[in-house]
């Protein structure tokens, strides 16, 4: 089994900055793509920004705001924002894609609890 642990969220003004990481453990043998999406209150889920292999996609709302990042050796991925506005409120969710130890190989992709962030004044 796989465990996604998620920190960094939180209250920040608009304009503000937070640290979000992730980490990942468990059964890994191979870690293919690591990234975060966000949900609104009433709203669809949507990509805030994923990364995998040489590979980086972030949503098309982030405009150069949000910067992701991973240090593959720790399993762990990091989304850095900045300049946040009352619209980036919602939960953040990391992913991961995994091969997970074991006869199968199959590619699985699991999901974390959730973080709040919160932006208000």
């Known amino acids: 089994q796989v465990q996604l642990v998620e920190s960094g969220g939180g209250l920040v003004q608009p304009g503000g900055s937070l640290r979000l990481s992730c980490a990942a453990s468990g059964s890994i043998f191979s870690m293919l793509a690591m990234g975060w999406y966000r949900q609104a209150p009433g709203k669809q889920r949507e990509l805030v920004a994923i990364t995998g292999g040489s590979s980086t996609n972030y949503g098309n709302f982030v405009t150069g705001r949000f910067t992701i990042s991973r240090d593959i050796a720790k399993h762990t991925v990091y989304l850095e924002m900045n300049n946040l506005k009352p619209e980036d409120t919602a939960v953040y969710y990391c992913?991961?894609?995994?091969?997970?130890?074991?006869?199968?190989?199959?590619?699985?992709?699991?999901w974390g609890q959730g973080t709040q962030v919160t932006v208000s004044s």
């Open positions: 992913t991961a894609t995994i091969v997970p130890i074991g006869p199968s190989r199959a590619q699985t992709t699991y």
